[in-house]
Each structure stands twice: as C-alpha cells, then as structure tokens.
C-alpha cells in the first residue's frame, strides 16, 4: 500500500541530519509562513475563530501567531492555518497546484509546542510533511483540481506526516496516521468562488485534522491502508488515474520544499504571471494612453481568478483584470492594491474594465508544471507593447533570494506587531535550526 512506502520514507529518514539546502529551504518556508499567518491573523476568518473557540481564562501549550492568548495544539493549528491562508500570501508547490506551507507548517508548529521539540525536529517535520504531501498532490493533478481545493485536501494528509515525524511514530503507526488523514480530507472548490469564508478554513481544517490524525495514531488509532490507493479511495474518487508508484519513487528526489513557489504578491497565485509582465510593462506605457489590454494565459487561471468587475476586496484577489491594472497603476500588488480605497479607484476600475483575457494552447497544456502569461497593451494610437512571462517571480526557476524573501516578511510583518518585534521574529525564525526548544519562539512575543 502506497501510504505505507510514504511512512517508511519518512521513518528511514531520521538517522540522517537534514541536508543543508533542504534545512534551509525549510526555513525560508517557515519565515513565509509566518509572515503570510501574521498578516492574516487580525483579518476576520482567523478572529472569529478565536472568538468561536478560544477562552482567554483557560491555558494551552500553543500560542496563535503572533501572540496572545494560549490554546490546546489542534485549536492552534486550525486558527494559525487559517490566518495563513487568508491573505493569499502562502507558498505554492506548482506541480501540485497546492498550497503546503499553511497546514503544514501549522500542524508542525502545534505538535512541536506540544512536545518541547527542537528547532531542527520541527524543520525536519515540515520537510516531510511537504514532501508526502507534495508528491500526492502532483499524482493526482489536473483532474484534482476541477472540483477540489488541494490545499484542504491533501493538506490534511500533509499535516499528518509534520504531525507524526513530530511524535517520532514508527512507520506502522505513521502509516494509520496518514491513513486516518486522508478519509478526513476535503475542500470544495465552489468554496471560493464566491464572498465567504470557507477558503481558509481548508487550511485551518486540514492543519486540524491532519493533528488529530498523528495525535490519535500515537495512541493505536488505525487507519485503513489502502485507503489513499483502494478502489473506493482517495484517488479513484478524487482524480483520475493517478500514478502512486511514480510518486513513491520521486520522494526526496528532489525534495519538494527545495521546490517551493513563494508569493510576491498578495493575491491568487494564477494572476501571477500576467502581473509579473504587466509590471515588466510598467515602464513602457503610460497608463493615461492605454485603450486596451489583452492577456493570454492558461485555462486555470481564467476559471479561477477570470472576474472582471469585483465588487470586494476577496474578488478583488481573484481578478486577474483587477490585479493587472493594479500593477500597472501602484507598481506593486501586496495588501495596499486590496483596500476599499483601492478598489474603488476609478483610474484603476477604468484600466480593469478594458483587459480582456484569453485562454492560450500552449500555456494551458504547460499547467501545471508551467504557469505563463502574455500581456499586450494596445495604446490609443494603436501601438502594441507585450511582455511573456513563461514563470513566475518566486517559483522555482526564478525565486526570491534570502533578501527579498526578509523584505517581503517585514512588509507584511510590521504593520500588525511593529518594527521592532518584527525585526526580532525574523531574527529567531532565520535561527531557527540553533532553537533547543520550538517553545523558546513564544518569548518574542514576551518580550
């Protein structure tokens, strides 16, 4: 059984340190993840749920990002995933058309307060449960994503893995966990095509069920084996013929956290790369002279973020018109190009209102392993100017460096808890790796 091959990967890992370029990966995935959970955590979905589920009288091992009140491991990691997914700063696994870091990194983080485990276990633990989680999503995409958002889904199965590499679980019960994950997994795409709420909670849901399944394993809660693989199971009802011994076969080779897409820009991955162009276009054109402006991209990306008149800011991240001229416009898409002020510009409303978008052949057989964009601006003297971007700034093939990736954390991190505690987060989650006890993370806020 192929849940089985994933646990004894996991398992036979252990006595061997984590490789220098995959330790560091893992912490620049950790560093987004806390920047995305920190500017999502003052945002309604993550503070309602504290509202719903957290009593400030009572105690837990586990701290919501970025402070506050303590909470039990499954309470926390569902709260922190769903911050971390709501200001669609997460990180991508592009072959997965999935989003690893938020439930993952959740679930890891929530197990190793739980546990008092070390910096390095925990960075190890979100390795893993990006690779597990990476290599079944890639098995099962495109067909997966039609009807199911993979980040709810396979993230549950991904938060599995964090949480039992965190308990040290043998590879039977590693096994169970995954198993019991996987039966749990949901999240339906119609979620967010529309002004709700639900989007993040996939994250917060699958970093939640993903822990229960790893906590309940520990204890000899089974799980059915043949359950990701079965006739009747996760792949014959979610896909479409996957390929498992494939998949089994490419862990760590490379591992998928070395393989990671990091947001530039605070909105649904698919604009990406026709914002990328329009900004290479910036410089080029002058918005007053633009009559129209046509972008050519892959299928997915029109489906998804293909509204051309949003009415909110949520819509608002899943318009690839809007974002375009938003970047034409601002020179940049982070969370200013979503305030209300923003979206009722009338010179970026105008500019929105004349982009027009097109499904392209090429790009559209790329998905998901490529993610491309053509802008052409047509000038009102009829003078064309275009940009291709055949990748994104951040994925793999053209990622952020180290810098940008610190520059990008500040952004988002000082205008909820100020320079000076941003500075000392990004300090200690760059040291991550040195930490004796994951807990000693919770003082920054303490201090």
Same mark, same amino acid.
């Given at each position: ?15 061997a340190?984590l490789?220098a370029a ?9 560093v ?8 999502g955590?003052n ?10 589920l957290?009593?400030e ?32 700063l ?13 439930p @993952?990194?959740? &679930? %890891?983080? #929530?197990? +190793? /307060?739980?546990?008092g485990a070390?910096? *390095?276990? !925990?960075l190890? $633990?979100? =390795? ?5 989680g ?8 495109p067909a ?11 993230? @549950?199965?991904g &938060? %599995?893995a #964090?949480? +039992? /590499? ?5 590879? *039977?019960? !590693?096994?169970? $966990?995954? =198993?019991t ?30 822990l229960?399944?790893a906590? +309940? ?16 199971g996760?792949?014959a009802?979610m ?10 076969e ?12 990091v947001k530039n ?7 990406f ?5 329009a ?7 002058r ?11 892959y ?22 018109a ?30 929105a ?15 998901p ?31 952020l ?6 520059e ?11 320079k ?17 006890d994951?807990?000693?993370?919770a003082?920054?806020t303490?201090?």
């Amino acid at each position: 059984m192929v849940l089985r091959r994933f646990a004894e990967f996991a398992v036979g890992q252990r006595s061997a340190g984590l490789d220098a370029a995959v330790r560091h990966a893992a912490t620049r995935a950790v560093v987004d993840w806390f920047s995305a959970t920190i500017a999502g955590s003052n945002m309604q979905p993550a503070s309602i749920l504290r509202s719903a589920l957290v009593d400030e009288r009572e105690s837990g091992p586990c701290h919501l990002v970025p402070g506050g009140p303590r909470a039990s491991a499954r309470t926390a990691a569902l709260i922190n995933a769903t911050a971390s997914h709501t200001a669609e700063l997460d990180d991508i696994f592009r072959d997965g058309v999935y989003h690893p870091g938020s439930p @993952t990194v959740a &679930a %890891a983080l #929530a197990a +190793a /307060e739980h546990s008092g485990a070390s910096g *390095e276990d !925990f960075l190890r $633990a979100v =390795a893993v449960g990006y690779e597990i989680g990476d290599r079944i999503a890639a098995a099962i995409q495109p067909a997966h994503y039609t009807y199911w958002h993979t980040t709810g889904t396979v993230g @549950t199965i991904g &938060a %599995a893995a #964090a949480g +039992a /590499e965190i308990l040290g679980l043998d590879a *039977e019960r !590693f096994a169970h $966990a995954l =198993a019991t994950a996987t039966t749990m997994a949901a999240g339906l795409q119609q979620a967010f095509r529309s002004e709700a709420m639900s989007k993040p909670l996939h994250a917060g849901h699958a970093a939640e069920a993903g822990l229960l399944a790893a906590m +309940a394993a520990a204890h000899g809660f089974t799980g059915a084996s043949d359950v990701l693989d079965g006739e009747a199971g996760f792949g014959a009802a979610m896909a479409r013929d996957p390929d498992w011994d494939t998949a089994a076969e490419q862990l760590g080779r490379p591992w998928g956290i070395t393989q990671a897409t990091v947001k530039n820009h605070s909105c649904c991955g698919h604009t990406f790369a026709a914002v990328d162009a329009a900004l290479a276009l910036r410089n080029r054109v002058r918005v007053p002279e633009v009559r129209e402006i046509r972008v050519a991209t892959y299928g997915a990306a029109i489906k998804v973020a293909g509204n051309s008149d949003p009415k909110t800011p949520f819509e608002a991240k899943f318009s690839t018109a809007y974002c375009v001229a938003a970047a034409l416009v601002l020179g940049s898409v982070r969370l200013q190009a979503f305030t209300e002020e923003r979206l009722n510009d009338p010179v970026l409303r105008d500019l929105a209102g004349r982009t027009g978008l097109a499904v392209d052949p090429e790009y559209d057989a790329a998905f998901p392993g490529r993610r491309a964009a053509r802008v052409t601006i047509i000038d009102k003297d009829g003078t064309e100017t275009h940009h291709i971007r055949n990748t994104r700034k951040g994925d793999p093939d053209d990622p952020l460096t180290d810098a940008e990736l610190a520059e990008k954390f500040e952004d988002l991190a000082v205008p909820v808890v100020g320079k000076r505690e941003a500075a000392e987060w990004s300090r200690a989650l760059w040291r991550l790796a040195d930490l004796v006890d994951v807990r000693e993370l919770a003082a920054v806020t303490a201090r």
